[in-house]
């Protein structure tokens, strides 16, 4: 069974541009969230989609904003990059109930110049 | 509002030697707890969960972790230290204030390393 799978892996973007981040869930499962991870702010929560509707969202700018496709797959977009948006970001996915097992993939790590 | 406290940023232990890596919570409902690993230029794996279930929770590569409700701990063990268990731990609480969620909020992570 594949995991969580993000692309890409690995890229760099010059301040005020904007980049979307792709994620692919396991299959079946319909929950997908994105985190951000920085060595100040440590694991920070972006936003939670379930069946094409954010459920949740977390505390950052409208700058942040993402969405899911039928398929459950999903992309999180972030425009006017800033130098501050240098991070890894991961995304997960789980089954629909509280509690069942949240799957990270292996991350996107941008870097903003 | 649900929060997990990691204590010790940094923990040094050597080859063979117990692992011991502590994390309480803050909950005002029956919590449920994770326990991920996080090796360099990777993503986070899934250790163990505790989810109301048995209060000794074993999970992969010999790791372990007992919820105590009256401690608010979920402290994750493994009796012998091996050098390949070098990498960041996060403890983590299943936000459930907000209704249905999937929303994890981590600790600050706690670096092990493991000396020959």
């Known amino acids: 069974k594949a995991g969580v799978t993000q692309t890409p892996r690995y890229l760099i973007k010059t301040r005020g541009q904007q980049v979307t981040l792709s994620c692919s869930p396991i299959s079946g499962h319909r929950s997908v969230s994105w985190y951000q991870q920085t060595p100040g702010q440590g694991l920070q929560f972006l936003f939670e989609?379930?069946?094409?509707?954010?459920?949740n969202k977390g505390n950052f700018p409208g700058r942040f904003s993402g969405r899911q496709f039928s398929n459950s797959r999903s992309e999180m977009n972030v425009s006017t990059l800033e130098l501050g948006d240098s991070a890894l970001y991961l995304c997960a996915s789980s089954l629909v109930a509280e509690g069942n097992t949240i799957y990270f993939g292996e991350g996107s790590w941008l870097t903003v110049v | 509002a649900q929060s997990v406290t990691q204590l010790g940023s940094h923990v040094s232990v050597s080859e063979g030697a117990l692992v011991l890596l502590r994390c309480n919570y803050s909950?005002?409902?029956?919590?449920?707890l994770f326990w991920y690993v996080q090796y360099p230029n990777q993503g986070l794996q899934l250790l163990l969960k505790?989810?109301?279930?048995?209060?000794l929770v074993k999970g992969i590569n010999g790791f372990e972790a007992e919820f105590k409700k009256s401690e608010t701990s979920f402290h994750l063990t493994k009796p012998s230290a091996h050098m390949s268990d070098a990498a960041e731990y996060f403890c983590?609480?299943?936000?459930?204030?907000?209704?249905?969620?999937?929303?994890?909020?981590f600790g600050t992570g706690t670096l092990l390393a493991v000396q020959p």
């Open positions: 983590a609480v299943s936000d459930r204030g907000g209704g249905a969620t999937n929303k994890l909020i």
């Open positions: 989609y379930f069946s094409e509707t954010q459920r």
């Open positions: 505790y989810t109301s279930a048995a209060t």
């Open positions: 909950s005002s409902v029956p919590p449920y």
